[in-house]
C-alpha cells in the first residue's frame, strides 16, 4: 500500500468553480499533512497545513483532515487561472522527519 | 521572507562524473532534506539531516550519494558517479526543529546526465 494515494487523473474546472482534491494515507499514526503547489518546472510551494480534525480555512483554500479514515482533502474556491498547477498532498509519519508525497493532482482552471 | 536557495539551477555532466549540489538553508532551520523529482513523477525523499548527521535516508540514497555541511550555512549533495538515471530535479528543503515542521523548498537544481 503507498504511502501517500492521490489517485484522480487531471482536474478541469471553469474559472470561478470550486476544485476539489483528495488524498489518503496509509499510516494510522501520521499526525502532519500538507498541501503543496507545484507549478510546472518549479519547486514545490506549501499552500496549507492542517494536523487536527475538522476544516481549515485559508483564503480560498479549506483543508479537511478525517484522521479515523485516513483522507485528507484540499478545496479551492472560486478557482482563478492561476491556480493551475499540480497539486501536492504529504504526509509526516510516525516516527520520521521526512514527508512522504503524493503523485499529485494536475488542476486546469479554464477562463 | 527567508528562503531556501540553491546552486547550480542547471548542470549537465557526463556519465562517472561527480557532482556537487549546494544548497543554503533558511538560517534558522535546524533539519535540512534532499529530495528528487524524476520528469513526469512523484516528489521522492532521499534523506535528511540534524546535529551534523544523517537522522534518516531513503533505499535511493545508496553508497553514490553523500550529504555534507561543511560549514555553518551550506548543505550539500554529492554523487561520485553519475549514472543516467540520476538525471532529476533535485530539491533541497529545511524546516524549523520540533513541531510539526513544515518544509520549505528552495527552487532546485536539474541534474542532466548525458
Known amino acids: 500500500q503507498k504511502e501517500v494515494e492521490q489517485n484522480s487523473g487531471p482536474l478541469s474546472v471553469p474559472e470561478g468553480a470550486i476544485a476539489s482534491l483528495n488524498c489518503t494515507y496509509s499510516?494510522?499514526?501520521?499526525?502532519?499533512f500538507f498541501w503543496y503547489r507545484q507549478y510546472s518546472g518549479k519547486s514545490p510551494e506549501l499552500i496549507m497545513s492542517?494536523?487536527?480534525?475538522g476544516d481549515k480555512e485559508d483564503g480560498r483554500f479549506t483543508a479537511q483532515l478525517n484522521k479515523a479514515s485516513q483522507y485528507v482533502s484540499l478545496l479551492i474556491r472560486d478557482s482563478q487561472p492561476s491556480d493551475s498547477a499540480t497539486y501536492l498532498c504529504?504526509?509526516?509519519?510516525?516516527?520520521?522527519?521526512?514527508?512522504?508525497f503524493g503523485k499529485g493532482n494536475q488542476v486546469v482552471v479554464i477562463p | 521572507e527567508p528562503e531556501v536557495t540553491q546552486t547550480p539551477s542547471h548542470q549537465v555532466t557526463q556519465m562517472g562524473q561527480e557532482v556537487i549540489l549546494r544548497c543554503v538553508p533558511i538560517?534558522?532551520?535546524?533539519?535540512f532534506y534532499w529530495y528528487r523529482q524524476i520528469l513526469g513523477q512523484k516528489v521522492e525523499f532521499l534523506v535528511s539531516?540534524?546535529?551534523?548527521?544523517?537522522?534518516?535516508k531513503s533505499e535511493i540514497f545508496d553508497d553514490q550519494f553523500s550529504v555534507e555541511r561543511p560549514d555553518g550555512s551550506n548543505f550539500t549533495l554529492k554523487i561520485r558517479s553519475t549514472k543516467l538515471e540520476d538525471s532529476a530535479m533535485y530539491f533541497c528543503?529545511?524546516?524549523?526543529?520540533?513541531?510539526?515542521?513544515?518544509?520549505?523548498f528552495g527552487e532546485g537544481s536539474r541534474l542532466t546526465v548525458l
Open positions: 528543503a529545511s524546516s524549523e526543529a520540533g513541531g510539526p515542521r513544515e518544509l520549505f
Open positions: 499510516d494510522r499514526g501520521s499526525q502532519s
Open positions: 492542517i494536523y487536527s480534525n
Open positions: 504529504a504526509v509526516r509519519l510516525r516516527g520520521n522527519n521526512r514527508l512522504a
Open positions: 538560517s534558522n532551520h535546524l533539519y
Open positions: 539531516f540534524y546535529n551534523n548527521e544523517i537522522s534518516e
